[in-house]
C-alpha cells in the first residue's frame, strides 16, 4: 500500500536524473527495438515505433523461426523455475532450530500455501503477468513486475514495459531506483489524484479535452532519512513520488516497506545497468535468416513467375496467367514462342543449408535443446544415464537463473509477504518466532533444483552398477548402504510428494507388524509338527511301557 506523506521532493533533482538514465538507455533502446522486430513485434514499442494503436507490427518479418523458439524458451525457464500447480517456494524460519517447534513450522507450512494460493489466485494475474515478465526477460534481458494489494482484496501484478522503465544501481550492484515513464488522458490523471492534479491535467479539463495526454514520471528509491518510530511513509524505507513532466511538479509523495516494483536482469556486463538476454545474442542469427528467407521467397517466386519477353511489332492480347487461360498471339503460325521467359532463378539449395544452420543456432542458443535432451536415447537406458541427462538440463540453466533467485524471486516473496502482513494474514506469528524477529528464508523446490541434485542419483546408481559384479559373489557388500535413505533421496530428487511417502515412524510400525505375522505364520504351521512329533513320542512311551 502506497502511504502518504507530506513533504518536499527535490524535482529538479529527479529530472536531471531521468534526463542522465535516458541518455545511458539510448543504446539499449535501438538493440531491443531490433530484436523486437525479429522475435517478439508485439512489444516494438521503443523509440517512438508503433506509436499508433493497431499499427503493423509483423511486415518487417520473414523468418518466424526465432519467434517460435523464444516461446519454447519462455515455456522451458517457467517450468524449470515456476511450475504452475506445484509449491515451488517453501517458506522458513531463518533460524533451522526453529522448525523443531512444531507450531512454528506448522506455521509456515499456513503460510507457504496461503502465499500460494494468493499468487495464483484467478483475480491476481499472475501467470499471465509473470508469463509477460520472463519473455521481457529472455528477449531483451530485462523485466519489471508490480506487485501490489487488490482493492477488492488479495494481491495483483501487473508486469511494465521494459522501454518505460529505468534503473539505477546501488553500492553493491542491485537496482535500487526505478523510474517508470509514463503518459496519461487528462481523464485518467483526475481519476487519480482529483483536485491534487497538476496544472496541465486541470487546463484540460478547462478546455474540455479530456483525452489529451501528458508525461509523468513514478520515482522508486531508497528513503536514506528513513525514521521506523514512524507510521506514515517517512518511516518506509522505500520513498515513492509522482511527478509531472510538464509542470515540474510534485504530484503525490508516499512510501513502501519493500519494492514494489521487482526488476531483474538476464545476464549483464559490470560495466552496466541493463541486462542483456538471449534474444539479443541470437539477434544476428535471426536477421540472417530474414535475409536468407526473402531471398528464397523471392527465388521461388521468380522460379513460379519469370519475368517474360516478346517481340516489340507484335500484337498481343491481354496476358491470362492463369490456368486454362488463352492469350492470342502468344504463339506465331509455325508454333514458335512468342513470349519466353528471360530468367528463372538458381537452385536454393545452399541457401536453404544456410537457413538450417541459422535456424539450428537459434535453438541452441534459445536452449531448445533441453526438449531434445533424452529423445535421441534409445528404449533401454540405464537409470544414471536418465539422471545425467536431467543433471545436464540444470547445468544449462543454473548460471543465469541464479542472478533470478537473486534480483526476481526473493524480491517478489518478500513484497508478496509484506502485502500479506498488510493484510493481517500474519497477526497469528507464534511467540518463539516473534522473538527471533520473525526473520525467515526460502527454500526453492523446483525442477531446476532437483536437475541441481541428480548428480547426487547418478552418482549412486553408477555406484551399484559397479558394485554389481562383486555382489554376485559376495551380496554383504550391499550392506553399506542404507537402501531406506536412497530410496527417500530419489523420491525427492524426482520430485514426489512428501505426501506419498511414510514416516519412517509408520514404516517401522509396519515392518513390525509385518515381521508378527511371519513369526505367528510360522508357529500356525509349525503346529502340525510339533503336534504329530508329540503323538509319536506318546506312542512309543505307551509301546515302551507295555513292554
Known amino acids: 500500500m502506497n502511504i502518504p506523506v507530506s513533504g518536499s521532493v527535490d524535482v529538479d533533482a529527479i529530472l536531471q536524473r531521468q534526463s542522465r538514465m535516458e541518455a545511458d538507455r539510448a543504446n539499449f533502446e535501438t538493440d531491443w527495438l531490433d530484436t523486437a522486430r525479429h522475435m517478439l513485434p508485439r512489444q516494438a514499442d521503443f523509440l517512438g515505433a508503433n506509436a499508433t494503436p493497431g499499427a503493423k507490427r509483423t511486415h518487417r518479418q520473414y523468418d518466424g523461426h526465432a519467434a517460435d523458439s523464444l516461446k519454447k524458451c519462455v515455456a522451458v525457464v517457467e517450468g524449470f523455475t515456476m511450475p504452475r ?109 482529483g483536485d491534487a492534479a497538476p496544472e496541465c491535467v486541470q487546463k484540460a479539463r478547462r478546455d474540455r479535452r479530456p483525452d489529451a495526454e501528458h508525461e509523468y514520471l513514478h520515482v522508486l528509491q531508497p528513503r536514506h532519512d528513513v525514521d ?36 531483474s536482469r538476464y545476464e549483464k556486463s559490470g560495466l552496466e545497468k ?26 521461388e517466386q521468380m522460379r513460379a513467375e519469370p519475368p517474360l519477353g516478346m517481340p516489340d511489332d507484335g500484337v498481343l492480347s491481354r496476358m491470362q496467367l492463369k490456368p486454362n487461360g488463352l492469350t492470342t498471339g502468344a504463339v506465331n503460325s509455325r508454333g514458335e514462342l512468342l513470349v519466353k521467359a528471360l530468367a528463372t532463378a538458381g537452385e536454393t539449395g545452399g541457401a536453404m543449408a544456410l537457413l538450417e544452420m541459422c535456424h539450428n543456432n537459434e535453438d541452441a542458443i534459445f536452449l531448445v535443446d533441453l526438449f531434445e535432451i533424452g529423445r535421441e536415447a534409445k528404449s533401454h537406458v540405464s537409470a544414471a544415464a536418465i539422471m545425467e541427462r536431467s543433471g545436464e538440463k540444470g547445468m544449462l540453466l543454473a548460471p543465469t537463473m541464479g542472478r533470478q533467485e537473486v534480483e526476481f524471486f526473493a524480491p517478489l516473496v518478500d513484497r508478496e509477504v509484506d502485502c500479506m502482513a498488510d493484510m493481517g494474514a500474519l497477526d497469528d506469528m507464534p511467540p518463539e518466532l516473534i522473538e527471533a524477529g520473525g526473520r525467515f528464508q526460502i527454500r526453492y523446490d523446483t525442477p531446476l533444483t532437483r536437475a541441481m541434485r541428480s548428480e547426487e542419483a547418478s552418482g549412486f546408481f553408477r555406484t551399484v552398477e559397479g558394485v554389481a559384479p562383486i555382489a554376485q559373489v559376495d551380496n554383504s557388500v550391499l550392506d553399506v548402504f542404507d537402501f531406506e535413505s536412497v530410496v527417500r533421496g530419489l523420491a525427492d530428487v524426482n520430485g514426489v510428494p512428501a505426501g506419498w511417502m511414510v514416516s519412517r515412524e509408520t514404516l517401522a510400525a509396519k515392518r513390525q507388524e509385518r515381521a508378527t505375522a511371519a513369526q505367528s505364520q510360522q508357529l500356525l504351521e509349525a503346529a502340525p509338527v510339533a503336534g504329530k512329533v508329540a503323538l509319536d513320542l506318546a506312542q512309543a512311551g505307551a509301546m515302551a511301557n507295555a513292554a
Open 85 to 193: 500447480g506445484a509449491i515451488y517456494q517453501v517458506l522458513q524460519p531463518d533460524d533451522d532450530e526453529l522448525l523443531k517447534v512444531h507450531r512454528v513450522k506448522l506455521w509456515f507450512e499456513e503460510k507457504t500455501k496461503l502465499l500460494f494460493k494468493l499468487r495464483y489466485a484467478p483475480r491476481s494475474g499472475f501467470t499471465n503477468q509473470s508469463h509477460e515478465s520472463i519473455t521481457s526477460l529472455i528477449a531483451f534481458g530485462n523485466q519489471g513486475l508490480w506487485v501490489d494489494r487488490a482493492r477488492n482484496g488479495g494481491l495483483f501484478y501487473r508486469t511494465e514495459h521494459i522501454g518505460q522503465l529505468y534503473f539505477d544501481e546501488d553500492l553493491e550492484g542491485r537496482i535500487d531506483v526505478v523510474h517508470k515513464k509514463f503518459k496519461w488522458s487528462a481523464r485518467k490523471a483526475y481519476q487519480k489524484w
Open 228 to 263: 521506523p518510530r514512524r507510521l506514515d511513509a517517512r518511516g518506509m524505507p522505500v520513498a515513492s513520488a509522482y511527478v509531472s513532466i510538464a509542470d515540474k511538479y510534485l504530484i503525490e509523495e508516499g512510501g513502501f516497506r519493500k519494492m514494489p516494483l521487482i526488476a
Open 274 to 299: 541493463y541486462g542483456r538476454g538471449l534474444g539479443q545474442a541470437a539477434l544476428p542469427w535471426a536477421r540472417a535468416a530474414n535475409t536468407l528467407m526473402r531471398s528464397i521467397m523471392r527465388a
